[in-house]
């Protein structure tokens, strides 16, 4: 990280591709004759691709299988099926010099500021942790200096290097985590709810810094999150995700713009606009029912039971995702 | 007519190991009968403390409401005796917190919580509770209530769940309802379906509510009148068109700035508010949003501004708020 911005290139390459990825937990029974007894089809059958300095948006409500995706990218879960390449190699197939280096390559930055800093820890020692543990800087001097860099580039003053998390507001430890997560040159990052626990005032300030920095280091960015309207603003391209499975992906205000899947319609139909005039204006109709369990989910269309569009064939074949307009992907078989 | 609730200058105070924390710092509102009145804010600024004050749910210690008056339905709620306002609360006014799970009790059925309040407050017998609260979940929404009843808090989903908490605060015919967060937890589409559900309900009883939330969006889509919280105070208050629309105070148009829209395309850069959030034992006399206000005079560090009129039932409390006209509309 030397502050000099990194051309973009010319041509997209893909810096992930993730296909046919599916993670089944098991449930299991009993202690002693432990049993498997069904599972939990958290994510089932997902592709997508990430190119070098963009920012993909997966979105969905609870469950749809958008953080698990997240951690297997991440290899903190093994998948049960499909494949990860990252820069083209695959992620479950790399051997502990290689994984090692993964490690470096790909960050994460968490929800929850409050848990996901080592409360015993000052700052200048969590920033400083992964830059000691991979032997980039051993001079403690150096390794110091590095750290207070981080700092300012995250908009904090070097001096809360001898602060403790609990002193810092959660705005402030957002950005402690994001100095964390850059501490090691990291080509991408995968934010799982960064901005979600921040207020809305600090919540805007945390999302010009993340797009700063993916133009400044020319980072890429997974953006898990289930707050449409951040999505919207940070990234270029969206996936939403229904039941462990993406129902639609474009373009991001294509996306919003012209939604085709009904759950997508129905997903932005539930958002309220801060704005009473528009609200008073808008017909508006909240989807039925609730997403039903990923341990029996539907058969066909796992969202044929909610969809004012379903007609029996939805019931049968699984939809899959067709290319409808350019660079813009539908998984459903009534919408043309 | 009067109004069904009258706040005036309420004051509660914390004593926290970091200091004294003014959480309510002297509101005062009213809530007209029927009406949705939103009270909005961000973390700390006293909103929920306000709502559990109205009920007079302050842990005594730490917290204690030092001064003001609380006047409901013609009764001024600070003067009643513990069970006098254990009648209130529950028959006349109805409670929705934002988790369901840890505001339902766990080891009673469904059926039983609706009943309890039911026979506690209406004297109803038995038989006659049951078959009332099945008319009550069939009412807000939930599918084979006979069946429902029997069940425990966590056999339902979140959104069913706080659909049971709504049935629990209409249980008595309630004149008010206060929800404090109620869809915080819940995911965008249950969200959409329990504000709804609400809206109805309040329209078909006329029942006045009064919503506590951070969400700019759910205000912008049921609240008739907005009272903006900062630092314990309220800042700026009126009717929701006027919020929106012409602001006149600082922080709620930096606020609705910097909210990224889902209605607009992609802009380059948010424009946040600047600074962090106030620390509330380390408040001085004058506003507390000065540190972070782009209009911010050498005044504003020597008082604190009073919430006055602007315009019509608009009120502002900012020095600058007739300055502030001119601004640009910021929601448009």
């Known amino acids: 990280m030397n502050g000099e911005a990194i051309p973009a290139p010319l041509l997209p390459t893909p810096l992930l591709e993730v296909r046919q990825l599916a993670m089944h937990f ?115 001097r150096r390794r110091r200096d590095r750290v207070r860099e981080l700092l300012s580039v995250c908009g904090l003053d070097p001096k809360f290097t001898d602060r403790y998390p609990h002193e810092m507001s959660g705005g402030q430890r957002q950005r402690v985590g994001i100095a964390r997560a850059l501490a090691l040159d990291p080509e991408f990052i995968v934010c799982d709810e960064a901005v979600s626990a921040l207020d ?60 085709l899947h009904p759950y997508t319609q129905a997903l932005l139909s539930a958002v309220p606009v801060p704005d009473p005039r528009i609200e008073a204006a808008r017909a508006f109709r909240p989807p039925r029912g609730e997403v039903p369990s990923p341990i029996n989910p539907p058969s066909g269309c796992v969202f044929h039971p909610r969809c004012p569009m379903a007609v029996d064939g939805c019931k049968q074949a699984r939809p899959v995702l067709r290319e409808l307009r350019p660079r813009h992907w539908v998984a459903c078989s009534e919408v043309n | 007519m009067p109004p069904l609730l009258e706040v005036r200058a309420l004051h509660t105070e914390f004593r926290t190991g970091a200091g004294l924390v003014r959480a309510v710092d002297g509101i005062s509102y009213t809530v007209e009968p029927g009406e949705t009145v939103a009270i909005v804010g961000e973390s700390g600024s006293g909103k929920s403390v306000s709502a559990l004050s109205i009920l007079r749910l302050i842990p005594d210690p730490p917290g204690r409401i030092t001064n003001g008056e609380i006047l409901f339905d013609g009764k001024d709620l600070r003067r009643l005796t513990e069970p006098e306002m254990r009648e209130i609360r529950g028959r006349d006014i109805g409670m929705v917190f934002q988790e369901p799970m840890t505001s339902l009790n766990p080891v009673l059925t469904i059926g039983r919580q609706i009943t309890e309040t039911l026979e506690q407050h209406q004297g109803v017998d038995r038989a006659a509770a049951d078959r009332r609260a099945i008319e009550l979940l069939e009412l807000v929404g939930i599918a084979d209530p006979a069946r429902r009843l029997k069940q425990y808090p966590h056999q339902l989903s979140g959104g069913m769940r706080q659909r049971v908490m709504i049935a629990v605060a209409l249980a008595c015919n309630p004149k008010l309802i206060i929800a404090d967060e109620p869809t915080t937890a819940l995911d965008v589409t249950i969200q959409a379906q329990i504000l709804e559900l609400m809206k109805t309900l309040a329209r078909r009883f006329n029942v ?32 929701a068109d006027a919020i929106y629309h012409a602001p006149r105070h600082p922080y709620t148009m930096a606020l609705l700035r910097s909210v990224p829209r889902l209605d607009r395309p992609r802009q380059a ?54 300055e502030l006209l001119a601004s640009q509309d910021v929601a448009a």
């Open chain 1, 26 to 140: 098991p449930i299991s029974e009993g202690i002693v004759l432990n049993r498997k007894i069904g599972e939990v089809k958290a994510v089932d059958g997902v592709d997508f691709t990430i190119n070098r300095g963009e920012t993909l948006g997966l979105v969905g409500e609870s469950g749809c299988g958008k953080t698990t995706t997240g951690r297997c990218i991440l290899r903190l879960e093994r998948p049960t099926a499909g494949q990860i390449l990252f820069d083209g190699r695959d992620v479950n197939r790399m051997e502990r010099q290689e994984l090692t280096a993964l490690r470096r390559r790909v960050q994460v930055i968490f929800q929850d500021p409050y848990s996901s800093l080592n409360p015993r820890m000052k700052v200048g020692d969590i920033i400083g942790e992964p830059i000691k543990v991979h032997g980039v800087e051993r001079d403690p």
């Open chain 1, 200 to 259: 809305v005032s600090i919540q805007a300030q945390v999302i010009n810094l993340l797009e700063d920095l993916r133009e400044r280091f020319g980072l890429t960015y997974l953006f898990i999150a289930h707050d449409l309207s951040v999505v919207r603003h940070l990234c270029q391209r969206v996936a939403v995700m229904y039941l462990g499975r993406i129902v639609e992906m474009a373009d991001s205000d294509e996306l919003f713009d012209n939604p």
């Open chain 2, 208 to 239: 006045a509510q009064i919503i506590i939330t951070h969400n700019l969006g759910v205000v912008a889509r049921y609240a008739a009148r907005v009272n903006v919280m900062y630092a314990g105070r309220i800042v700026e208050s009126g009717p």
């Open chain 2, 269 to 322: 850069r948010l424009d946040p508010v600047d600074g962090q959030p106030p620390d509330l034992t380390r408040l001085d006399g004058g506003c507390a949003f000065r540190p972070r206000c782009r209009f911010a005079v050498e005044r504003c560090g020597q008082e604190q501004p009073a919430l006055e009129p602007v315009e019509g039932g608009h009120l502002a409390a900012c020095f600058r708020s007739t």
